[in-house]
């Protein structure tokens, strides 16, 4: 699977599971140009691959923090198009994000 693929492998299996999160994260850490799409994932419809691209962000804004900044208003209150579970990303004024499942 090439390298620019990394939204395909959040895709299936359980939404309450992270999947391969940890293994994108390591790749858009290892490759910031992978950022902007793994936060396009963030919108995408399908609910298990845009709970574990913001699982992923997450992890990579640990690391990385000002990845996110550019990002910052567009993410700051994402829902799920109405399905009742949708993941925000909150950025504090200290530089930490908290992701969280709705």
């Known amino acids: 699977m090439l390298r620019k693929d990394i939204l395909a492998l959040l ?4 939404r309450r599971t992270i999947g391969r999160a940890d293994e994108v994260a390591a790749m858009v850490a290892d490759d910031l140009e992978l950022f902007p799409k793994l936060i396009a994932g963030l ?35 994402i829902d799920d198009r109405g399905s009742g579970a949708g993941t925000a990303l909150a950025s504090g004024g200290d530089g ?6 709705c």
């Open 43 to 77: 919108w995408l419809a399908e609910a298990v691959v845009r709970t574990r691209a913001a699982d992923a962000v997450e992890k990579v804004k640990r690391e990385r923090g000002e990845l996110l900044q550019p990002y910052k208003k567009r993410t700051a209150g």
């Open 96 to 101: 930490s994000t908290a992701v969280a499942e």
């Open 11 to 14: 895709e299936g299996g359980d």
